[in-house]
RNA sequence: GUCUCAGUAGCUCAGUAGGAUAGAGCAACAGUUUCCUAAACUGUAGGUCGGAGGUUCGAAUCCUCUCUGGGACACCA
């Protein structure tokens, strides 16, 4: 299955002495354009050891590099190409893709170990926005493409259900809070509350003592304060899980911030018996000079815990309790440092698995070329998106397909499926400016319109009475409209592993546009169901095709209708 | 000020362990449906890869400097 190995074992005795199999296979390359063959050896650092031009040692080389693998070489600019058989290969790829199923692509070893993902996070008591769903869509595809990879995924979502913001939250309620009104709509109910109180406090300083009082008694054990924290965290749960079951993405844990409460001291100790605490302004601290960073607040000038106290503590916890291989933060670059000190006090206090961690950071949603703010009530409702996508995919099927059967379940899975693309589509780091039109967009690199290449080409397998049993031998097929496919389904795992490698799921998202384009192209170029005796052959290369891309679509979250 | 991320077609972006003529999608224009789902396909047009040096046989890709924009930089998370 893998041609550039069998490519570098031509070469390899052919170039003796200079370079060996491990190098050459390295160096091989795909040409820019398909007409220049499949791979390609480059000569040009032979030049200097063999003192000949690139292009005289490229043409030497392709007179003896030949094998029943392929068609015909040549030497071009200095380059070795290769021409793979177009028959046997696509038969050898389309075979191994219907044999393996939804398996294509998945690791062999599937023991690599626990992978904690820490995502998605939003913060009890205010509304889901468009920023928490970055972290959410790209920890879920990581978690399925770790899974592919071999590994184990954990998803960990770290609930902001702690911090002074809950005793404003308390002081607001208990001032001009109404018990039914939050039942009915406790999100929305709760950031008007926590929006009144910034506006109130502005006004009135005593408010912020008030909140801080409050937070105080919760965190001494109150009973009424610990009842209402509690209600709060419920009601805000059942909002967000609407929206998690909207999205199809579901946890293993729901271990937030009031989880690590008892187990920070621990921290704190262990940190002064290595011996690493330092006071500075009051403040106990890491001091990380020596790796030219700001100290690591660990404890306030108060005594109070920070963020960074508790993050140790789920970072111990974690590897005590899952031994994790790979402990994976997705979390906006905007916490870039933070990871970075959290990580160096970790490999300080000794522990060598703080190597394993890794803060996969990504960029913002802004908002006309700026940061929104949830307390202004600036904030765009994911839950709104994702209705108005849903509602404007149920009308393209009214337009497009009215008599499909199940419209609701296909409009959920295709206007969903177009806001989680949107996202992944590109690569993480880039900041995206909040564009609902563009979120929406069916057309193009959409989410939409792989899911539609899908369908098409179940539509054909159903017409074409295509079974899902065993595949019969058929004539191989040769025409250059299948090759381009046949080399894109070669492709696919080395997509998973540069998206593992990476961590980026945009890797998949590629992948999967350019395998429904190659498709597309094919589609209105052949007639796939024409009586012939290719017909069998041809049906089976479309079944090879929904498998990748239907699994393609799954590693990013998306699901694949039938028919839409 | 320090650190960090980004700058490629009108717009949104691919392409970066150096390699052949820098690619898509959207928008624009011109076509394709008596024919397998037109959420599709074909074609045209569109570029000093922010700028300047350097390394190299070869640079969008590596190094240095520089310009522009985002972010972070101690008691928020």
């Known amino acids: 299955m893998d041609y550039v190995k069998g490519f570098a074992s031509v070469l390899s005795p052919l170039l003796e002495g200079d370079l ?41 080389l392709a007179l ?7 068609e015909k070489t040549e030497a071009a600019g200095g380059y070795v190409n290769v021409f793979l058989k177009k028959d046997a290969v696509t038969e050898h790829v389309i075979q191994n893709v219907l044999k393996l199923g939804g398996q294509y692509g998945s690791s062999e070893n599937k023991s690599k170990g626990v992978v904690t993902l820490d995502m998605s996070s939003p913060n009890i008591a205010k509304p889901f926005s468009m920023g928490h769903l970055r ?9 399925l493409i770790f899974e592919k990879s071999g590994y184990q995924p954990v998803k960990i979502n770290h609930l902001g259900d702690w911090g002074t913001q809950f005793g404003k939250l308390i002081t607001a309620y208990k001032k ?32 912020e003592v008030a ?11 109150n009973e009424e304060a610990l009842s209402l924290w509690k209600w709060f965290r419920e009601e805000s749960l059942k909002d967000f899980s609407r929206i998690y079951d909207l999205l199809n993405i579901k946890f293993d844990s729901f271990a937030g911030e009031a989880f690590y409460n008892d187990k920070m001291n621990r921290v ?21 000079e020596s790796e030219n960073m700001p100290p690591c607040l660990i404890k306030k000038s108060d005594g109070a815990t920070l963020y960074a106290t508790r993050d140790l503590a789920a970072a111990l916890y974690r590897f005590e309790n899952y031994r994790f291989a790979h402990s994976i933060y997705v979390v906006g670059n905007e916490q870039t440092l933070h990871f970075k000190q959290l990580i160096h006090v970790l490999k300080k206090m000794g522990y060598a698995w703080s190597d394993q961690m890794v803060h996969v950071p990504f960029g913002m949603i802004l908002k006309d070329g700026k940061k929104m703010s949830t307390r202004k009530g600036k904030v765009i409702l994911l839950e709104e998106v994702l209705n108005e996508s849903i509602a404007l995919a149920k009308k393209n099927i009214e337009e497009k397909n009215p008599n499909l059967e199940n419209k609701e379940a296909v409009a959920r899975m295709v206007g969903v499926g177009a806001v989680i693309f949107h996202d992944l589509k590109n690569f993480r780091m880039n900041d995206i ?3 609902l039109e563009d979120m929406l967009r069916v057309e193009g690199e959409t989410g939409p319109y792989v899911q ?18 065993e595949a019969q031998d058929s004539p191989a097929l040769s025409g250059v409209e299948e090759w381009d496919i046949t080399m894109k389904l070669l492709e696919f795992p080395e997509a998973i592993q540069r998206a593992t490698a990476k961590y980026d799921p945009s890797q998949i998202a590629k992948y999967v546009v350019d395998l429904a384009q190659a498709f597309n192209k094919y589609y209105g170029a052949v007639r796939i169901l024409e009586e012939d005796e290719w017909k069998y052959s041809r049906l089976k290369l479309v079944s090879a095709i929904c498998t990748v891309l239907e699994e393609g679509l799954r590693l990013l979250g998306l699901q694949a209708p039938e028919e839409m």
């Open 176 to 207: 001009w809070g109404d018990e039914e009104e939050v039942i009915a709509n406790p999100i929305k109910e709760l950031l008007k509350l926590y929006i009144k109180f910034h506006d109130e406090a502005e006004k009135d300083p005593e408010l």
């Open 64 to 70: 003896n590099v030949t094998s029943p693998l392929f």
């Open 211 to 221: 909140g801080r009082n409050w937070f105080k008694q919760l965190e001494d054990g």
């Open 433 to 435: 400016d909040f564009n």
């Open 20 to 60: 060996n199999e491990n190098e050459i296979t390295l160096m091989i390359e795909k040409p820019k354009h398909s007409g220049l063959g499949d791979y390609a050896f480059p000569c040009f650092s032979l030049a200097k050891i063999k003192r000949k031009s690139p292009q005289v040692i490229a043409s030497e």
């Open 135 to 143: 972290s959410t869509v790209i920890g879920n595809s990581l978690s």
């Open 452 to 469: 539609y290449t899908y369908a098409r080409a179940n539509s054909l397998l159903r017409k074409g009475g295509w079974n899902t049993g």
């Open 268 to 288: 704190v100790e262990l940190l002064e018996e290595k011996r690493l605490l330092t006071t500075s302004e009051q403040a106990l601290v890491v001091d990380l």
